[in-house]
Every structure is written in structure tokens, then in C-alpha cells.
T-cell receptor, first 114, second 113 residues
Framework: RKEVEQDPGPFNVPEGATVAFNCTYS??????FFWYRQDCRKEPKLLMS???SGNEDGRFTAQLNRASQYISLLIRDSKLSDSATYLC???????????????FGKGTKLSVKP | NAGVMQNPRHLVRRRGQEARLRCSPM?????VYWYRQLPEEGLKFMVY????????ESGMPKERFSAEFPKEGPSILRIQQVVRGDSAAYFC???????????FGPGTRLTVL
């Protein structure tokens, strides 16, 4: 089983749609969780950390279910500029928001159409 | 404040040659991570360094690959006797302290002919 698994997509959605990405991780000792965004042939950029209580940043909501080892990202009112690959990222280091050696999923590609 | 800088951005080598990839962390950052992204794959951790020390090289291939982060100058990822399978994007990230947010550089795209 892969350490971090994501649906590769692509997800093709119209502007304004709500889209949800799912991710599962295999190591129950994983401590910190993140969503990164990667545009074509560019470097990954941190979108948001994911906390057990769930967290929201504008149109983006992230959820973590430790019992199921499952992470999700919800994008509401999607924009053309949201088109990118979304990477689910996990690491073993303790402490919310702390980062050690990151374990990346392959990513889910999102394409938002006018 | 300049971000993480990597050079060259593109590097072409023939099989058997050496590749040297450089990474200058953000100002004030002394922790550097190297990751590799093969075509159509996710990023894979290679090595974690602090100034003059390798902290974790568990993701580094045992042969042909080495990394350093000297007291002065950029971090260097060195690949000796490159093979076609080394063709990938190599990303460097830096953070101000252990466990801090990692900021990624633009990457070096290595092509081995």
C-alpha cells in the first residue's frame, strides 16, 4: 500500500462548482498533514495545514479523520485560477503545523472551465 | 527577501557525466531538504541537511548521489555517472528551524540523454 494515496483525476469542473479531494495515508503514526498546490512545471506551494478539528481558509476547507486515516479538501465556488494539481502531504514529526521530511501523494489534477 | 534559489533551472547531461545542482536557501534559513519528482510521480524526499551536517539521508540512493551544505555557499546535490533514470525535477526546500514551514525553490530539471 502506498504511503499517501490520492485519486489522480483529472477533475474537470465548471466555474463556481464545489469540488472535493480525498486522500488516505497508511502510517497511523503520521503526525502532521498538509495540502499543497502545484502548478504545471512549478514548485509546490503550501495551501493549508490540516488539523484534527478541521480548518477553513476562505473558500477552502480541510478535514482530518485520524481513525480512518483520511484527509479531505473542499473548494467552494471554484475559480479558473484554482486549476492546478493538489498534493496531499503527510509527515511523521509531532506537533500541529510542524514539518519534517514530507511524504507527498501523487496529486489530484483539477481543471476549472469557464 | 529573495526566495529559495536553485540553479541551473535546466541541466542536460549525457550518460556517465556528473550533474551538480545548487540550492541557496532563503535568508536566515539553515535547514535544507532535497526532493525528487520523476515524470508523472509525486515528490520523494531525498536528504535533509543543516549547515555542515547531513541529518537524514534515508531517501538518497546509496550509490552515485551525495549532498552537502557547507558553512559558506549553497547546498549542492551531486549525481555522478548519471543514467537516464535520473531524469527528473529536483526541488530544494528550506526552513528557518527544524519543523518549520518548508519553502520550495523553482527546481532544476535534469535531462539525461
Amino acid at each position: 500500500r502506498k504511503e499517501v494515496e490520492q485519486d489522480p483525476g483529472p477533475f474537470n469542473v465548471p466555474e463556481g462548482a464545489t469540488v472535493a479531494f480525498n486522500c488516505t495515508y497508511s502510517n497511523s503514526a503520521s503526525q502532521s498533514f498538509f495540502w499543497y498546490r502545484q502548478d504545471c512545471r512549478k514548485e509546490p506551494k503550501l495551501l493549508m495545514s490540516v488539523y484534527s478539528s478541521g480548518n477553513e481558509d476562505g473558500r477552502f476547507t480541510a478535514q482530518l479523520n485520524r481513525a480512518s486515516q483520511y484527509i479531505s479538501l473542499l473548494i467552494r465556488d471554484s475559480k479558473l485560477s484554482d486549476s492546478a494539481t493538489y498534493l496531499c502531504v503527510v509527515n511523521m514529526r509531532p506537533g500541529p503545523g510542524s514539518q519534517g521530511n514530507l511524504i507527498f501523494g501523487k496529486g489530484t489534477k483539477l481543471s476549472v472551465k469557464p | 527577501n529573495a526566495g529559495v534559489m536553485q540553479n541551473p533551472r535546466h541541466l542536460v547531461r549525457r550518460r556517465g557525466q556528473e550533474a551538480r545542482l545548487r540550492c541557496s536557501p532563503m535568508k536566515g534559513h539553515s535547514h535544507v531538504y532535497w526532493y525528487r519528482q520523476l515524470p508523472e510521480e509525486g515528490l520523494k524526499f531525498m536528504v535533509y541537511l543543516q549547515k555542515e551536517n547531513i541529518i537524514d539521508e534515508s531517501g538518497m540512493p546509496k550509490e552515485r548521489f551525495s549532498a552537502e551544505f557547507p558553512k559558506e555557499g549553497p547546498s549542492i546535490l551531486r549525481i555522478q555517472q548519471v543514467v537516464r533514470g535520473d531524469s527528473a525535477a529536483y526541488f530544494c526546500a528550506s526552513s528557518p528551524f527544524e519543523g518549520g514551514e518548508q519553502f520550495f525553490g523553482p527546481g532544476t530539471r535534469l535531462t539525461v540523454l
